[in-house]
């Protein structure tokens, strides 16, 4: 920390300040904010029905809809294959079509070794819900990973 502070803190501040707060919903009219999971948030209704949460996008937690998917996806630069649970984890699929993001959330599960993954065993519920939006709410990302 002190070597960036010394020698580079002009390209620190100039990162952190380009990192947006409130950015246009990609595909949608309206703002989208960062919320307290880290994810964006349009406060619109959600896009595919739910039952993890009540039916908007964000305000602060929760699911989100396909337009702040994306800002989320684009602003944390994820490659194709990549999307961010409800809790701000960044998970993917792994080889059995599984959607995994390798955090230690899983204590206390028998047969599992406390880890969400991150290749096989079980998902922790934020991915098992990320998984089934995935392919309805969140389609046309995941169907853009197909197109070269």
């Not at 580079?8 to 009219?29: L, M, N, Q, T, W």
């Not at 993917?92 to 969400?116: E, F, I, L, Q």
Request: hydrophobic share 30%; aromatic share 8%; net charge positive.
């Amino acid at each position: 920390m002190t070597h960036m502070a010394e020698l580079h803190s002009d390209e620190v501040i100039a990162y952190f300040s380009s990192i947006p707060s409130i950015r246009d919903c990609i595909g949608a009219k309206g703002k989208a904010s960062i919320g307290s999971s880290g994810k964006y948030y349009c406060g619109r209704m959600l896009n595919g029905f739910c039952l993890c949460c009540n039916f908007f996008c964000g305000p602060s937690d929760g699911c989100n809809c396909q337009s702040c998917m994306q800002l989320d996806v684009a602003a944390r630069a994820l490659p194709k294959g990549h999307l961010v649970n409800r809790e701000g984890r960044t998970a993917r699929a792994g080889p059995n079509g599984t959607w995994y993001c390798g955090a230690k959330v899983m204590s206390g599960v028998p047969g599992c070794d406390g880890w969400c993954g991150p290749h096989d065993g079980p998902s922790c519920q934020d991915c098992q819900r990320l998984q089934a939006q995935a392919y309805s709410r969140y389609s046309a990302i995941v169907a853009s990973w197909a197109r070269p």
